[in-house]
């Protein structure tokens, strides 16, 4: 037996595959690191995406009690494109962080730690924002990029560039509407933010 330093990819962590340890996708999480992929909630990944603000991940029904969606706002950044802020939606309000650690509540300029109605926390530890809003959600925006994680009742609800979290990656290249795409950059780019995006 040898031992070696091992390390799984952002959105991965270390589990068992058919008796052999390997690196998995988290369920229920999905990952963007915009220089290099996105994988969806389900597993499927695609490829660095462009500049630009994309609907990450959303609960579909505006009227859902649980109703959400999240923003990233992708940038230059030196030489490639990082995730430079993100815009988090809810019934109680809008919250922008950016990942230097500045935070607005409604547009208005908000210290860490914030606690907010909904409920709603923003947190930051070790250079990564921390948004925690019920139990099972959280998004994390870090050097490395974003990761979002939602509850098991969140599956075959939810829209936006992270799919549908139903359990089927085949089905996660469908845009706005349902409407089926030819790839993962047909993808991203139905996902942009028409609210934001030019």
């Known amino acids: 037996l040898q031992c070696r330093p091992f390390a799984c990819p952002f959105g991965h962590t270390c589990g068992l595959r058919e008796g052999t340890r390997t690196c ?34 959303s609960v579909c029904d505006a009227r859902d009690p649980a109703w959400f969606r999240l923003l990233g ?21 809008l919250v922008t962080v950016r990942r230097d650690g500045r935070v607005w509540l409604n547009g208005v300029p908000t210290a860490l730690p914030v606690e907010l109605p909904g409920p709603l926390t923003v947190t930051e530890a070790r250079g990564t924002l921390r948004l925690g809003r019920i139990p099972g959600f959280l998004v994390e925006l870090g050097a490395a990029g974003v990761a979002v ?17 139903d359990g089927a990656a085949g089905n996660d290249l469908r845009g706005p509407g349902g409407a089926g795409t030819s790839d993962a950059r047909a993808l991203a780019e139905g996902w942009r933010a028409p609210d934001f995006s030019q």
């Open 24 to 57: 998995v996708a988290r369920p229920g999480r999905c990952t963007l690191s915009p220089a290099t992929r996105f994988v969806t909630f389900d597993g499927l990944a695609g490829a660095a995406l462009a500049t630009g603000t994309y609907v990450v991940a």
């Open 73 to 93: 706002d992708v940038r230059d950044a030196g030489q490639q494109p990082a995730v430079v802020a993100l815009h988090l939606f809810t019934p109680h309000g």
């Open 149 to 165: 994680e939602v509850p098991a009742a969140a599956r075959a609800t939810l829209c936006g560039l992270c799919g549908d979290y």
